[in-house]
């Protein structure tokens, strides 16, 4: 019964994709750049409701931008980026 509602996790093969508008990308653009790249789990809930995202689609998106960035500075920002989160900006 407990099993039943924690959350799915994803397969290696499956994607989840989460929306982000313009205005959302660009508070939290603002903010990785001005925060610690792994911020506290209360700057997280106030940038969620800041944007209206869910404090999970917060943290993965830092966590991609963080890979991302890590990535472009050659030091193998690679193993964050997988095929389970997406961003997708509308």
């Known amino acids: 019964m ?8 994803l397969s290696k093969t499956e994607c989840r994709i989460i929306h982000v508008t313009a205005n959302q990308e660009t508070v939290l653009q603002e903010q990785f750049n001005k925060w610690p790249k792994n911020p506290h789990k209360a ?15 917060v943290q993965v998106w830092y966590s991609l931008k963080l890979a991302h960035l890590r ?20």
């Open 43 to 57: 700057d997280v809930v106030l940038l969620a409701a800041e944007t209206g995202l869910s404090e999970e689609n």
């Open 2 to 9: 407990i099993n039943s509602m924690l959350p799915q996790k």
């Open 71 to 90: 990535k472009e500075q050659g030091l193998g920002g690679g193993f964050r980026l997988n095929c389970n989160y997406q961003l997708l900006n509308l």
